[in-house]
């Protein structure tokens, strides 16, 4: 666990910064993400893997097949959560975000063409949606990707810090920047 930063402002400012670190490092224990969504009365979890951090845009994005169950929950309902904890920083965040699923035009078609010749490129291109049976299927994938961006517009970031000598929580939104019980 890294020395206690005292400002909410520096706070702020490291959380966006472990955010990017954690979006280029797969080691990083923030790469991967709880994302929460609502549908129908009910909600959903799932893990992503974060991709790109832009504190300027307040902004993150993920990568998923356009057909996924979860792009068509996004349509219906953009507003979800994300999740992050790091045992090493001793920080949970908790993101409030309005989500987009991106599934043509330049944007996607710029990370799609730094993934096509990658491996992940094969979580694109089953001929088959996420969550289809298994039985029966033909193994031959289609010749063209189902590739999509989900943007993730952040709303508000809270804050908690474990640590042995108390617990801290402070939350980052359109108000403002405060502390908070933990
Ligand atoms: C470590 C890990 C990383 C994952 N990363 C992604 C990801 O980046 N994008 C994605 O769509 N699904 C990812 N998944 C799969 C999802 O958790 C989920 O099972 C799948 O997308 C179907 O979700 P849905 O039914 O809510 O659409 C990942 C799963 C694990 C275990």
Redesign the pocket.
């Known amino acids: 666990m890294m020395g206690r930063i005292e400002s909410l402002g520096m706070i702020q400012s490291a959380c966006w910064r472990e955010l990017e670190r954690a979006a280029h490092d797969r080691g990083h224990e923030w790469h ?1 993400v709880a ?1 929460a ?1 609502a549908h129908d009365g009910g909600a ?8 790109e951090v832009n504190e300027h845009d307040n902004r993150l994005a ?4 356009s057909r ?4 068509a ?1 996004v349509l219906a309902c953009p507003q979800a959560a994300l999740l992050f904890w790091s045992a090493a920083l001793g920080w949970q965040l908790r993101l409030k975000v309005r989500l987009t699923t991106v599934t043509d035009g330049p944007q996607v078609a710029a990370r799609w063409e730094q993934l096509r010749h990658t491996s992940a490129a094969a ?1 694109y291109l089953s001929p088959v949606p ?2 289809s049976p298994l039985q029966g299927l033909d193994p031959q994938r289609a010749d063209r990707g189902h590739f999509a961006v ?1 943007q993730a517009r952040v709303q508000s970031i809270d804050w908690l810090e474990l640590h042995p000598t108390g617990h801290r929580r402070a939350v980052f939104d359109e108000h403002g920047m405060r502390w908070v019980c933990p």
Do not use: C, E
């Open positions: 991967h994302v969504t959903d979890v799932r893990t992503m893997a974060l991709r993920f990568f998923t097949d996924s169950p979860k792009v929950q979580d996420p969550g989900i």
